[in-house]
C-alpha cells in the first residue's frame, strides 16, 4: 500500500501542519476581515486532526516499521520517518487539536486570535519535523522552530504583567540552553565528522582520543534536552512560565513541547550516541540521566506538594513526570533485553501523559475563563457547579497519581517494570515512591473541588458561562485518559515495537 | 458471559443514575440495582464450579481474553467463580439494594451523585470478588477506594474530610505495600509463568518455582512478600493495630455507606488474605500461625473491649466489626476445613449483620439526630418495630443459635479448637470465645440504656414510628440471617467445597 505512494508522503502529518499554519496566517494577513476567533480556531483544529489521522494512519499501516521495510530517509538522510516519528506526531497533533478548540473560549474577546492559532501550528510543525529529525543540524533547525513561537505564545496576554514576565524568563533561560546545545552539537562534530545520527554513532565507536570533546559535546545536549523537557538542571524556568503564561499554552507547553524534547532524547541516545559505543569511549550519559531522573522526580514532587496554587502545583508536577519519562533514557543498558521495552513505556506515558495533562491545564483555563481564582481555596466547592467539569478534573488527578483504574497507572506501571527488568530496581524505586507522594497533592485538587464548601456563597456566581470548547476539550480528553486503560494493549504494543526498531 | 454482564450493567446503571434528576434518583437506583441480584442469583442457581478455582478446581462460568502483554507475561480479562467468591457476590447484590433504600430518607442533596457512586462501587466489587488476574484485580480493588472517598468525603458527618482523607491515604499505602509484595513474588517466579492468572501462579508457587530476586533467596523472598501483603491486607480488614481509620470512616460516614462499608469493603481485606497470603503462600502462613493467631485474638478482644468503652453507638457496631474480623482472621490460620470455611461464612454473616446494626442505628438517628447512648432512653416505645429488629440482630451479633452469626463462629470454633497446624490452639480458641461475653456485655449494656425504660431524649425531635422504607430493608436483613441460621448449608457445602484444596496445601508438610 505505502509502496504506490512516494517516499516523501511519510511526511504528509508535517505537510499538513504546517499548510494549516501558513493558511492560517494568509488568511489573516490577507483579508484580516474574512478572520474571526471562531474560523481560525476551526481551520486550526481541522487541519491538526487531519494530521493527527495522517499519522494514525500511517502508523496503522505500518510506515517505516520494520515489517515494511524499515525506516523511510528522506533528503539525504536529513529525515528519517519510522513509527517513534508518527508516533510522537499523533501526540503533538492530539495536544495541539485539544488546545486550540480550548483556546477559542480563552481568547473569545481577545483584540487579535489569529496569530495565537498560526503560532500554536507552526511549533506543532516543529515537534513533527522534530521527531523525524536524523541528522543534527534538523535536529537544531526544528527545535529553534519549536522554540520561537513559544516564547511568543507564552507572552501571548501582552498587557498582562505575568504573561510578559514569564515569557521574557523563558526566552533568556532558552536562548542560553539554546545556546549550549549548539555548542554541544558542534563539538560533537568536531569529534565525529559528521552531524548524521547514523554517522556521529560511527565516529563515537572510533574517537581516538577525542572522547573528551565528545563527552562534553554530550553533556552539554544532555542540557539542551534537560531544558526542552524541563528537567533538573534545567528546570526553574518552567513554573514561572507555566504559571505566567496563558493555561492553554501551559497545556501545549508542559505536554506537547515536553514531549518534543523527550523525542529528541530518545532519538539521540539510540542512534547517535548508542548505550554500547558510548560506555566503551567512556561516556556515561546513562549515569548521568540516573541521577537527572531521581533528581528531577523528587524535586518535581516536592516542589508541587508545597504549592498554594494550582497552576504551579501543576507545573512542578509536570517536572516530577518528566522525571519519570526520564527513566526511559536512564534504564537503558548495553544490548539490555529490556531497552525496547522501558522506552516504548515511557513513549506510552507521554502519550498518556498529553491527554490527562492537558485536560488538567485545559482545566485551569476553564477556572480562569470563569475568573473563579487560582488557588486550591479558590478551587472549593466547583463541583456543585460544574459536576462535569470537575469529574474530568478528578479523572485526570487521579490519572496523574497514577491510580489503578486510569491509564496513568498502567503506563507508569510498565515504564517501572521496564526498569526493573533491565536491572534498574533503584530507579523503579524512585518512581514508585514519588508517586505516593504526589497522590497526596492530586487528591488535594479532588477533595478542593468535591468536599469543601466554598468561601462565600456568593463566590459560585463567577461561573456564568458554559464555553463549549474548553468543556469538549476537557471532556474529551477525560474520555480519552479512561478509555487509554482498556485500550492500553495495542499504544504500548506500538510503542514498544517503535522504541525496539531504535536498538 | 453472566458475570460481564452483571458487571457491565452495574456500571451502566451507575451512569444512568448519575444523569438522572436528583428527585427519583434513589428509586430508579433501587429499581437497577434489583437486577444484579437476579443476575447473582442465577449465578448462584447454575453454579457449577467445584474445588478452589485458585488450586486446580472447577471455575464456574470462567472467561479468559487477552487484554495485554507486559514483560513477557499476558495480562487478561479473567473473571469467574467458586465456592468462595460467589457466596460474596451474591452477598455484595444482596447488600446493595438494601442500603439504597436505607439511604432514601437520610440522603438530601445531590442524590444522582450518591446513588450513582452507590453503584459504581458495586459494579467495581463485583469486580473484585470475580477477578482472577492479578491486574483486573488490583484494578477493581483500587477502584472501590475512589467512590467510597467521595461517598464518605461528601456526605459524610462533621469530619467527613479527616475521615475520607484518612481512609484513602491508609488503604492506598497499603494497597502499594502488597502490591510490591505481590510483584517481587511475580519477579521471582521469572519464567516460570506466563501471564498474571492467580490460578497460574499460585500453581508455580506450590511447584517451587520461586526462585531468587533482588538477591534474597526464595525461601526470604516468599517470606518478605507474605508479610507485606498481610500488612497491606491488614489495614483493610482492619487487624489491630492498624485498625483506627475504620471507626473514622464509620462514623462520618453515612449510614448506607456504613452498611456497605462494614458489610461488603472489609470482607475485601479477609477474601484478599485467604486467597493470596493463605491459598498462595500456606507454607509461609502456617509458619507464622502463632504470631498471626495471637493478633487475631487481640483483635477479637481488644476490639470487643474498644466497643465497650463507647458511647457512640455507631462507633460501638464499628469497633465491634473488628472484633468479629478477629474471628475470621482465627479461622483462617488455622487451615482447617471448618475453620476457613467458617471463617469465609463468617465473612458473609457478618456483612449481613453489621449490615442490619449500622442500618438499624441508622434509623434510630434519622428519628433522633443523636447516637449518643446517654441521649436517649425508652426508644421501644416510640419506635417499636425497628427496636424490634435492632434487639434481634444484636442477638444475633452475640451468636444467638439458629442466626447466622452463631453458624459462623461455631464453624470456626469447631475447626479451630483442635486445629493440628496451629500450636495451643485450644488457649487460642478459648481467649477468642472470651470475646463472646464481652460482646454480650456491651451490646446489652447499650441496648438497655437507649432502647428500654421510660422515654427521654436529649434532642428536641418528634419521634414517631420508622416509615415503611426504613423498616423493610431491616426486615428483609433479619430474614435472611435467619435463613442461613437456619440452613448454613445453602452457602457453607460451596464454600466447604472451596475450603478443602487450601487446608490441604499446608497438612501435605504439616
Redesign the interface.
Known amino acids: 500500500m505505502v509502496n504506490t505512494l512516494p517516499q516523501v508522503a511519510a511526511l504528509l502529518p508535517v505537510f499538513l501542519l504546517a499548510f494549516t499554519g501558513l493558511a492560517l496566517l494568509l488568511v489573516d494577513t490577507i483579508s484580516p476581515d474574512a478572520r474571526s476567533n471562531t474560523s481560525m480556531a476551526v481551520g486550526a483544529a481541522l487541519g491538526s486532526l487531519a494530521a493527527l489521522a495522517a499519522s494514525v494512519w500511517l502508523v496503522v499501516s505500518g510506515t517505516g516499521s520494520a515489517d515494511t521495510g524499515g525506516a523511510i530517509t528522506l533528503f539525504a538522510e536529513a529525515i528519517k520517518v519510522d513509527t517513534m516519528a508518527l508516533f510522537f506526531t499523533a501526540i503533538f497533533a492530539s495536544v495541539t487539536a485539544l488546545v486550540v478548540v480550548a483556546a477559542h473560549d480563552y481568547f473569545h474577546d481577545h483584540a487579535s486570535p489569529a496569530a495565537f492559532y498560526s503560532l500554536v501550528v507552526f511549533a506543532a510543525t516543529g515537534m513533527a519535523l522534530l521527531a523525524a529529525a536524523n541528522s543534527l543540524a534538523v535536529v537544531f533547525v526544528a527545535l529553534e522552530m519549536v522554540s520561537l513561537p513559544s516564547y511568543v505564545l507564552v507572552a501571548y496576554l501582552k498587557k498582562n504583567r505575568g504573561s510578559v514576565e514569564a515569557g521574557m524568563k523563558y526566552f533568556l533561560v532558552g536562548a542560553l540552553s539554546s545556546a549550549i546545545f549548539l555548542f554541544g552539537i558542534s563539538l560533537v562534530y568536531a569529534a565525529t565528522g559528521s552531524l548524521l545520527l547514523s554517522d556521529v554513532a560511527e565516529g563515537i565507536g572510533s574517537l581516538d582520543g577525542l572522547a573528551g570533546i565528545a563527552g562534553l559535546g554530550i553533556v552539554m545536549i544532555v542540557g539542551g534536552v534537560a531544558f526542552k523537557t524541563a528537567s533538573v538542571p534545567f528546570h526553574f524556568w518552567a513554573p514561572e512560565a507555566y504559571e505566567g503564561a496563558p493555561a492553554p499554552v501551559s497545556a501545549f507547553l508542559s505536554s506537547a513541547s515536553k514531549a518534543a524534547g523527550f523525542v529528541v532524547a530518545f532519538r539521540l541516545f539510540t542512534e547517535a550516541f548508542p548505550v554500547g559505543a558510548s560506555l566503551t569511549a567512556g561516556i556515561d550519559w546513562v549515569l548521568a540521566f540516573g541521577v537527572l531522573a531521581a533528581v528531577t522526580m523528587t524535586l518535581g514532587n516536592f516542589a508541587a506538594a508545597v504549592q498554594e496554587e494550582v497552576k504551579r502545583m501543576l507545573a512542578y508536577s509536570s517536572i516530577g513526570h518528566a522525571g519519570y519519562v526520564l527513566i526511559g533514557v536512564a534504564a537503558l543498558s548495553q544490548g539490555g533485553s529490556?531497552n525496547g521495552?522501558v522506552m516504548g513505556a515511557a513513549m506510552a506515558h507521554l502519550l498518556v501523559y498529553g491527554f490527562m495533562n492537558t485536560g488538567a491545564f485545559l482545566f485551569v483555563a476553564m477556572a480562569e475563563r470563569w475568573g473563579v481564582g487560582r488557588t486550591f481555596e479558590d478551587y472549593a466547592g466547583l463541583a456543585?457547579r460544574a459536576?462535569v467539569a470537575s469529574t474530568a478534573m478528578a479523572v485526570f488527578m487521579?490519572s496523574l497519581a497514577g491510580?489503578?483504574?486510569f491509564a496513568g497507572?498502567f503506563s507508569k506501571?510498565?515504564l517501572f517494570?521496564?526498569a526493573?527488568?533491565n536491572g534498574f530496581?533503584w530507579l523503579a524505586a524512585f518512581g514508585?515512591v514519588n508517586s505516593?507522594i504526589s497522590?497526596?497533592y492530586y487528591?488535594r485538587v479532588v477533595?478542593a473541588l468535591?468536599?469543601?464548601d466554598p468561601a462565600s456563597s456568593s463566590s459560585l456566581d463567577a461561573i456564568d458561562v458554559r464555553p463549549t470548547g474548553l468543556y469538549a476539550a476537557v471532556v474529551f480528553a477525560a474520555v480519552a485518559t479512561v478509555l487509554l486503560?482498556?485500550g492500553?494493549?495495542p499504544v504500548?504494543?506500538t510503542a514498544e515495537a517503535a522504541a525496539s526498531a531504535l536498538f | 458471559m453472566i458475570i460481564e454482564a452483571l458487571i457491565g450493567f452495574t456500571f451502566v446503571a451507575a451512569l444512568l443514575v448519575l444523569l438522572a434528576p436528583d428527585e427519583w434518583a434513589g428509586r430508579l437506583a433501587f429499581a437497577l440495582s434489583l437486577l444484579p441480584f437476579a443476575g447473582s442469583l442465577s449465578l448462584w442457581s447454575g453454579f457449577d464450579g467445584a474445588g478452589n478455582a485458585l488450586t486446580g478446581g472447577d471455575i464456574a462460568y470462567a472467561t479468559q481474553i487477552e487484554?495485554?502483554?507486559?514483560?513477557g507475561r499476558t495480562v487478561s480479562w479473567f473473571v469467574g467463580v467458586d465456592g468462595i467468591s460467589l457466596p460474596l457476590v451474591v452477598l455484595t447484590t444482596f447488600l446493595v439494594p438494601l442500603a439504597i433504600v436505607s439511604a432514601w430518607t437520610p440522603i438530601d442533596s445531590?442524590q444522582s451523585?450518591f446513588y450513582g457512586l452507590m453503584l459504581f462501587m458495586e459494579a467495581?466489587l463485583l469486580g473484585v470478588f470475580t477477578a482472577l488476574d492479578f491486574f483486573l484485580w488490583?484494578?477493581f480493588?483500587?477502584?472501590v477506594?475512589?467512590p467510597m472517598y467521595?461517598l464518605i468525603?461528601?456526605w459524610g458527618g462533621p469530619r467527613?474530610?479527616y475521615a475520607?482523607?484518612k481512609f484513602?491515604?491508609y488503604t492506598?499505602?497499603a494497597s502499594?505495600l502488597m502490591f510490591?509484595g505481590f510483584m517481587s513474588l511475580t519477579?521471582a517466579l521469572g519464567g516460570s509463568v506466563e501471564s498474571f492468572a492467580l490460578p497460574e501462579i499460585t500453581q508455580a508457587i506450590a511447584d517451587g518455582g520461586l526462585g531468587r530476586f533482588?538477591g534474597l533467596a526464595p525461601e526470604t523472598l516468599a517470606l518478605a512478600a507474605f508479610l507485606a501483603m498481610f500488612l497491606g491486607f491488614a489495614v483493610k480488614v482492619p487487624i489491630v493495630p492498624f485498625h483506627t481509620w475504620l471507626p473514622d470512616a464509620h462514623v462520618e460516614a453515612p449510614t448506607p455507606v456504613s452498611v456497605l462499608l462494614a458489610g461488603v469493603l472489609l470482607k475485601m481485606g479477609t477474601y484478599a488474605l485467604l486467597r493470596f497470603n493463605f491459598t498462595m503462600l500456606p507454607e509461609q502462613a502456617s509458619a507464622l500461625a502463632v504470631p498471626i493467631a495471637a493478633i487475631a485474638v487481640i483483635s477479637v478482644i481488644y476490639g470487643a473491649m474498644l466497643a465497650l468503652a463507647q458511647k457512640d453507638l455507631k462507633r460501638i457496631v464499628a469497633y465491634s466489626s473488628v472484633s468479629s474480623m478477629g474471628y475470621v482472621i482465627l479461622g483462617l490460620i488455622v487451615f482447617t476445613e471448618y475453620g476457613v470455611g467458617g471463617a469465609t461464612f463468617q465473612m458473609v454473616a457478618h456483612g449481613l449483620i453489621s449490615g442490619l446494626m449500622f442500618m438499624a442505628v441508622g434509623v434510630i438517628y434519622n428519628a433522633t439526630h443523636t447516637r449518643m447512648v446517654g441521649d436517649m432512653s425508652g426508644m421501644a416505645d416510640r419506635m417499636p418495630v425497628a427496636v424490634g429488629i435492632l434487639v434481634a440482630g444484636a442477638f444475633g451479633y452475640m451468636g444467638l443459635p439458629l442466626m447466622a452469626g452463631f453458624a459462623g463462629e461455631f464453624f470456626i470454633f469447631v475447626g479451630s479448637f483442635s486445629a493440628p497446624a496451629l500450636p495451643y490452639a485450644p488457649i487460642f480458641t478459648a481467649l477468642a470465645m472470651f470475646g463472646i461475653v464481652i460482646v454480650a456485655g456491651y451490646l446489652l449494656s447499650a441496648m438497655q440504656s437507649t432502647l428500654f425504660g421510660p422515654f427521654e431524649l436529649e434532642t428536641d425531635y418528634d419521634v414517631g414510628p420508622a416509615p415503611f422504607h426504613d423498616v423493610a430493608p431491616l426486615a428483609v436483613l433479619l430474614v435472611a440471617i435467619i435463613v442461613l441460621g437456619v440452613a448454613p448449608d445453602i452457602f457453607f457445602e460451596m464454600i466447604r467445597d472451596a475450603a478443602v484444596p487450601v487446608v490441604e496445601g499446608v497438612t501435605v508438610d504439616g
Open positions: 529490556a521495552a456543585k459536576p487521579f491510580l489503578p483504574p497507572f506501571y510498565f517494570m521496564g526493573i527488568d530496581l514508585a505516593v497522590l497526596y487528591s477533595k468535591f468536599i469543601d486503560l482498556p492500553f494493549g504500548i504494543e | 487484554w495485554l502483554e507486559v514483560g445531590r451523585q467495581n488490583f484494578v480493588w483500587e477502584a477506594l475512589v467521595f468525603g461528601v467527613r474530610k475520607a482523607i484513602f491515604v492506598n499505602a502499594l510490591i519477579f533482588a
